[in-house]
């Protein structure tokens, strides 16, 4: 495929301008901002339309906008490719919703070939990159170089290397086999082993399992179901035959019954009469049925009581006399009673005074006042014979010596009468301590008059007498205590000998008898009563046993007078068998009755074979689908890791052994080898170092040498040569060694691959003419005419 | 003498080959089953039907609970009419002893080799199992069959195709005999295959090789005899194809679906559409896509027997020397091109194309 020729209507600084492009090498020079990278933009736009491939929906990529026209109305234009020998117009309206975005027309009959073509999955337009064969990303990342040292190199090297490990792998930068692989990984996984669980597989294959367990058990189950059904029918036989059985025991049993019930009925007449009888008798002693056996003995219990307190009473009488008489008697002997305390301490303040009166100090005291009252007597008498004497001496002696006898006398006299006082004092003495001792003794007397005693032992006589006279008054009135107790008790004993008379007349009254004889015939009479009413109730009893709780009548109504009467001897035998027989049906009922009721449950209790089956079914079909998915997935997986490795084998050695040769060339044999990795890292053998150095060591310039000769490598191993190749800006940072190295393989290269070459330089242009490169030169001018 | 003819109950059928969405919406087919006949027997009530035929397979499988066998011969007991079964290939097990008390019913008759023929007032119905059938027994019957009465015969089994497992006898020599009405089950589809030979075919019918109309035969017991198909099924089965193309999306697809399925059958009936064609790469035909189209339709199933829409020859043209034409060419030399495997890798690897 070749560009012949660009026809812009619209684009950029671009309107209604065209530019020629020739086979080889063209090389279109100008300035920057002259619109080279416009023009590059153009054929991409022409090509591709602006639409972001990387996206699943219609989205336009950045240089939309960039290069829509703010002059005019009309973006777009027409590119002229020569494609398989044929041209064709390739015209784009880029403006958005467009009717009619993109024609494509046969240069030379102008027919359309549009429709013809495959749509485009994302801009839903005709696929030009397909009907070229040439994908978006091979042209993005081979054929279309722009200066790679301005672009963020990082960001391009990883997108060349994943194209690059996309087409040793596939043989296409496109396609991405490993990212298949992982698809159908991931599809696998999803999908999941028997081991995993929590993935569908293994939870159909658990499922399974499960309701294999369910369909085993039930139909287990219904095997026993079917048993016990065909035992419920054995069963159901018997008891058809054992109801039967029953039936006609039943009236078998039936007429014995009668004949005994009419046998009873008699018997049950008898006794009926024989109450009646005894009911009349019952009715004549009526009067007597109220009495209470206790009141008889509650009789004889008060009149023993009444005996027995008679007597106590007559023997309280008797005491009540004798302690009176002696009362009486004691009180004839008992004296005034006299305050015997007052005694008692006057005794003792008598018996006191006898032990401080001294009676031996008195005596004395007595015999020396008697001859005390002598001396004085005979002083006295002395003092008046002197005085006496004096006198006459005096009378005598008057005129011659009367002082001399005063004086005599005098002294004489003085003597005396000093004697005299001197005794006197000694009587008064004497006189006083008789005083006291005599008024103790009248003290005494006095205490003893007041008793009446005349001595110490009148005293004592009438102490001891009075002391008696207590003791007789404590008796006295130990005795009258006595008597009022007595007393008391004895009025008490007559109360109650009221009390129980009463009681006596009560119960006499209440039967109406006058005494105990009464009493016991009233007794006697009531034991009658009582004995026939038991009587009564014992043939009631005995009636309502025969009867067994129904009524006379009813009974009567119940026989069958007419009915042939039948030995009922065997009836306990038969009745016997019947309930044997009851109970034998009974237990067949309950057997039928619970077996089925337990089939019935269980199968509730149970999913239906059909259901279990259907589930079953959908699950085992879940499961094939999975497994053979699986088997396909895992098949699909196969194909492609198995392409890959003959892609691998084949592909990688050719791929390094054309970008040897590029780099060898451009670099002029500094670098001559080229190894990639598995991660497809490269490192470069250095003929300088004699190494091989990772790309991190290189300049610029040998940098982006080494990825041109990647691409030209890839472009050649794709075997791409019949596609253009569009180069802006590429050399820049080479030297002019290495340009010229480089514009010597465009030279081989552009024999048989159109070459479109934008540059800012003039070199490119002088170069090519220096090694006869032949080429078409474009100069821009700065400002592109309009 | 009014008379019903059905067959083919099948009833605790299991439906292999239909896959309900839901344990429920299969529940509710079984249960729809079993309505039909529940339904047929009202029927019989209403119209005061004299006799009815069931000829053979009333039950799908020998696991049936006991309860529902008893609960069904409880009703056939309460009807007026009296019923006459033949056992057929899928009920041999009403031979167990646990059902003994079936014949206890006074109002249903059941056929034995030493019981063969049930004559009341005005009819001999004659009756075979499908084990006990023999053509001697067959022509001890006709021998002794009073011709002045309404003589009918009850068979369940094939009499067309020797190759069937339960191959009864060719209808020539069924023909041969002077029945008045031959009441035959075993064969879904109802058919007369003479004016007096007919299979009544099932009630309802239970997957889709079973799409023609379905119901039972009613008719009046006289010489000749007079007897017409009734049809009587509550849903049938239909399956439609598809065909899609390269251009067709989910958008289309629904319309092609509403222009061959009516607005009633959409409604009422189980529809399989089978798509075939080829299409687009991206147009994923998916089960989320189908439940989503199946919300409008009581029971749709799809069949995708679409291919994807790549030429193998575009491919390895388009994808030239690349892994996509080296697989196929793989594939060309195994001779191994219609395997599944082979479109699903070359699928992702497109879908993956340009993944970065």
Sequence with gaps: ???????????????????????????????????????????????????????????????????????????????????????????????????????????????????????????????????????????????????????????????????????????????????????????????????????????????????????????????????????????????????????????????????????????????????????????????????????????????????????????????????????????????????????????????????????????????????????????????????????????????????????????????????????????????????????????????????????????????????????????????????????????????????????LKALEHKYDVKDYEGLKNTRDKHKLYSAHKRDIETLKTRINDQLDGIDFKTYEASIDFEAKPSDPNDLDALKETYETLTTEIQDLKLFIERTESQIETEEKQHLPLETIEQLLHQHESKKAAYVKEKATIEQARKRIEAAMKTIEENFAPVLSEKIKTYLQTFTANTYSDIRVAKNLMFKVYSNQYAQFESELHFSQGTTDQVYFAMRLGMLDALNQSHLPLLLDDAFVSYDNDRLKHVLNVLKTMQKTRQIILFTCHSREHDFSKAINLNHHYIALSETPEI | MKFIHTADLHLGMVMKHVTFASSEAHKERVYEIEAAFYRLLKHVEENAIDYLFITGDLFDHPHVGISKVDAFFKRLANLNADVFIVIGNHDTFLHNKAYNYLNSYKNIHFFSPDNTVVKLEQIDVYGMNTRDYSDATLAQMNQQLNRDKINVLCLHGDVTNPQDDHYLTDVKNLEKTNFDYIAIGHIHKHAFIRPHIAYSGNLEPVDFSETTQRGFIEGELAKPIKATFVPFAKRNFIVKTITLTTKDDQHSLREKLNEVIQPNEQSNDFIRAELTGQINADFKLDQDLFSLIKKDYYYLEFKDKTKLGLNLETLKKNYKDTIISEIIETAEHENNLDDESLWLALRTLIETEGAS
């Design chain 1, 1 to 503: 495929m070749k560009i012949k020729q660009l026809i812009i209507q619209g684009f950029g600084q671009f309107i209604n301008q065209s530019f020629d492009f020739k086979d080889g090498l063209n090389i279109i020079e100008g300035l920057n901002e002259s619109g080279k990278t416009t023009l590059h933009a153009f054929i991409e736009a022409m090509f591709f339309g602006f639409i972001n491939p990387d996206n699943k929906r219609k989205t336009y990529l950045e240089d939309y906008d960039r290069y829509e026209p703010k002059t005019t109305d009309v973006y777009g234009g027409s590119l002229i490719i020569e494609h398989d020998n044929t041209r064709y117009r390739i015209t784009r309206n880029l403006k958005k919703q467009n009717r009619n975005p993109l024609q494509i027309t046969k240069e030379t009959t102008g027919e359309t070939i549009t429709d013809t073509l495959d749509i485009d999955p994302i801009s839903k337009t005709a696929d030009v990159g397909k009907w070229l064969n040439l994908p978006y990303p091979l042209y993005q990342n081979t054929l279309s170089i722009r200066q790679l040292e301005a672009k963020t190199k990082d960001n391009v090297g990883d997108l060349l290397m994943t194209r690059l490990s996309n087409l040793t792998t596939s043989a296409t930068e496109t396609l991405a086999p490993s990212k298949a692989v992982a698809h159908l990984e991931s599809k696998l996984q999803a999908i999941g082993s028997d081991r995993a669980s929590t993935k569908p597989y293994a939870k159909t294959l658990a499922s399974i399992q499960t309701l294999e367990k369910q369909k085993e058990a039930l139909l287990t189950l219904h095997e026993t179901h079917l048993t016990q059904k065909a035992k419920v029918e054995t069963k159901k036989t018997d008891l058809h035959q054992k109801t039967a059985q029953k039936e006609a025991l039943e009236s078998t049993i039936k007429r014995k019954e009668n004949t005994l019930k009419r046998n009873r009925y008699e018997a049950i007449k008898k006794l009926i009469e024989e109450k009646e009888v005894k009911q009349k008798h019952l009715e004549s002693l009526d009067t007597y049925k109220d009495f209470n056996p206790e009141d008889l003995e509650s009789y004889q219990k008060y009149t023993h009581e009444l005996n027995t307190q008679k007597e106590r009473l007559e023997e309280f009488e008797r005491s009540i006399q004798e302690t009176e008489t002696t009362v009486h008697q004691l009180k004839q002997t008992q004296a005034e009673p006299i305050d015997i305390d007052t005694l008692k301490e006057d005794r003792r303040k008598i018996l006191e005074l006898e032990r401080t009166i001294d009676y031996q100090t008195l005596k004395t005291l007595k015999a020396e006042q008697n001859q005390q009252l002598n001396s004085i007597q005979a002083l006295t008498t002395e003092k008046t014979r002197l005085e006496l004497n004096k006198q006459k001496r005096l009378k005598r002696w008057f005129l011659i010596l009367p002082l001399f006898i005063v004086v005599i006398y005098k002294l004489k006299l003085r003597k005396i009468i000093h004697r005299l006082i001197n005794l006197r004092n000694q009587k008064d003495l004497i006189d006083r301590e008789l005083e006291t001792i005599n008024t103790l003794i009248d003290e005494k007397k006095k205490l003893l008059t007041k008793y009446q005693a005349s001595s110490d032992e009148a005293f004592e006589d009438y102490y001891e007498k009075a002391l008696e006279n207590l003791n007789l008054i404590q008796t006295i009135n130990t005795q009258t205590e006595t008597l009022n107790t007595l007393t008391k008790k004895r009025n008490t004993l007559q109360n109650t000998i009221k009390t129980t008379k009463e009681h």
